[in-house]
């Protein structure tokens, strides 16, 4: 038996980077594996993909910019019956090499946003019913540039700082 049959995982970022490796990872130990990212055709692929494997995938396209939204979200999943996530693993991240003086307010609050806020909004909706259940696992994906800051992407670098001190 695979170690996460019957359990579900919710997985950000699911559909670049190291998104989809985790994705299948969770996939092959049995989880039922809910993907969140922005590029819908990337989460198209990637569930073919799980399925041709034997695999069991959700993928919701969606823009964790918008953490108005994650409250909706998460009471979706509720009424799909996915209320029981046992496993959230904050994975999107996104960065901007330029020097730190060319960047616009709005550059900046979309990688702190994404990078931490939305996690921690994310993890205050579905942590209560974890607690509820006495269970539940939180990944929180940080960076080694959150513990010494990376030349030309300090933004990304305290966004995952941010992270590292919050998880």
Known sequence: MNRLEGKIALITGA???IGPYIVRAFSREGALVIGIARNKEKLINLQKH???EGGKVRIIPFDLKETHKLKVLVQNLKKDNMNRIDILVNNAGIEKYTHYADNDYESI???ITVNLLAP???TRLI???MLKRCQGN???IASLAGRKGV???SIYSASKAGMIKWG
């Open 15 to 17: 559909s670049r980077g």
């Open 50 to 52: 799980i399925i041709e």
């Open 109 to 111: 609050q979309s990688i």
């Open 120 to 122: 921690m909004e994310l």
């Open 127 to 129: 942590l209560p019913e």
């Open 138 to 140: 939180i990944i929180n």
């Open 151 to 153: 030349a030309y992407n």
